[in-house]
């Protein structure tokens, strides 16, 4: 796992004229590692070669999206989606998908040059059943980001950032090395994750939370709002799967997939539920399983984790700005970014119908979306068990014990 004094070189390899004033760093994500630069900039660093593989297809996602949509989505505009760029090479940045292309300057810059491949020939598909934390629980809600004592991201009185600093004539990263290959740890992260990283300007905003629209009295702005999230499902959705983007996005066997979970949820999830519980996820499953018609649906580019967290208002114009996070982004259901807007710490099914002044809520499309958000909490408990995350666990598990 990579410091936020080596974020920070690894960045400065690939970018040296970027000038770093602050930053602060999150460990708190799933996949990814965050690190915000001079408050305004957002640098994601895969945690596992998946996460990098996914890095790498939300990036052509996004760079797709540029221009298609009313809302404003990330703008990658600093990229090294392949192996770590020695110090002093070009902007050119060469991955197991293809090229990217890069200005590599701070300031209205535009990634370009996107040429997608495929990883293994087809791409893995959504990672569908991480937890999404926005779906889950309030857990999910931003906590100060607290930096170290021993670094804190702010220069100094002597104008030199802390890495910059000599530590007995050893930076910070080269005496963590050092400490590393004392006690026989390899270094960095694992392979396909070295020198992966992806940044993009911050969107403005704060999640719109249900809290948010509960208490926001007049019905003529929580209409504006559905207007705008159906507006732009609707962009998203209809936005042309084609050329290097669809080889990397291949439709998948829908039920195959759903039999598989249902399958991981007996063997692994079902020992730790009541009786009862165990009865009720049968037959909800069994049910949807039972039922062509819920494997009938087109395949659309989806946001992935269409929830509050991911969804940026400006309070004071009353609007909202933007949509982030696309680490779930990839080809499904259209029903699965109208289930993230079902949750029981999202806006409601009320709230769901009112889109369908600018998108077509049809009733099949919501109760296969209803029937996702209810297994949520499932996705929740297997991602837990199966990844040793006693956190998601504890959530999942918490309707069923």
Not at 359 to 382: C, G, I, M, N, S
């Given at each position: ?7 920070l ?20 994500g799933?996949?990814?590692d ?9 640098f ?10 996914q ?23 600093y ?5 770590e760029v ?6 050119v940045?060469?991955g197991?998908?293809g ?10 810059t ?10 293994n020939?087809?791409?893995?598909g959504p ?11 309030p857990?999910?809600r ?6 170290p ?9 002597d104008g ?41 300007r ?10 948010t629209?509960?208490?926001?009295v ?13 507006t ?15 080889q990397?996005?291949?439709p998948f ?5 759903w ?7 007996r063997e ?6 009541r ?21 009938e ?10 929830g509050?967290s ?5 309070r ?12 779930s ?5 259209p029903a699965?970014?109208?289930?993230a ?7 409601g099914?009320?709230f769901?119908?009112?889109l369908?002044r600018?998108y ?25 068990i199966?990844n040793?995350?006693?956190?998601a ?9």
């Amino acid at each position: 796992m990579l410091t936020a004094a080596e974020c920070l070189e690894v960045i400065r390899r690939a970018y040296p004229e970027l000038k770093v004033h602050s930053y602060t760093f999150d460990r708190r994500g799933q996949n990814n590692d965050i690190l915000i630069v001079n408050g305004d900039l957002v640098f994601r660093f895969p945690r596992t070669a998946r996460a990098a593989r996914q890095l790498r297809v939300e990036t052509a996602i996004l760079s797709r999206l540029q221009g298609r949509t009313t809302l404003q989505v990330p703008n990658p505009i600093y990229l090294s989606l392949g192996p770590e760029v020695p110090p002093g090479k070009g902007a050119v940045r060469t991955g197991t998908i293809g090229t990217v292309t890069a200005t590599g300057t701070v300031g209205p810059t535009t990634a370009t040059g996107v040429t997608a491949g495929t990883t293994n020939g087809v791409f893995e598909g959504p990672t569908w059943t991480r937890p999404l934390r926005g779906r889950v629980g309030p857990r999910h809600r931003p906590r100060p980001v607290a930096e170290p004592d021993h670094a804190p991201g702010q220069r100094g009185p002597d104008g030199r950032m802390p890495w910059e600093r000599g530590l007995g004539g050893r930076l910070p990263w080269e005496r963590e090395k050092e400490e590393r290959e004392r006690r026989g740890s390899p270094a960095g992260r694992p392979p396909g994750t070295q020198g992966v990283f992806v940044g993009y300007r911050r969107i403005p905003g704060e999640p719109l939370w249900r809290d948010t629209l509960l208490a926001t009295v007049d019905p003529g702005t929580v209409q504006a709002w559905a207007d705008q999230l159906g507006t732009f499902l609707t962009e998203l959705h209809s936005t042309p799967v084609e050329g290097n983007l669809a080889q990397m996005l291949r439709p998948f066997n829908s039920r195959s997939r759903w039999e598989d979970f249902y399958r991981r949820v007996r063997e692994k999830v079902f020992p730790h539920m009541r009786p009862d519980a165990r009865t009720q996820v049968s037959r909800m499953l069994e049910s949807f399983l039972g039922d062509p018609s819920n494997f009938e649906h087109p395949f659309v580019l989806v946001h992935g984790d269409f929830g509050p967290s991911n969804i940026l208002l400006d309070r004071k114009a009353q609007r909202v700005t933007g949509v982030i996070d696309f680490g779930s982004s990839g080809l499904d259901d259209p029903a699965v970014d109208l289930a993230a807007l079902l949750g029981p710490f999202s806006y409601g099914e009320a709230f769901l119908r009112r889109l369908a002044r600018t998108y077509p809520v049809t009733q099949e499309l919501v109760e296969r979306a209803k029937f996702y958000a209810a297994t949520f909490p499932l996705q929740d408990a297997v991602y837990g068990i199966e990844n040793n995350d006693p956190e998601a666990f504890k959530w999942g598990m918490a309707p069923y014990r």
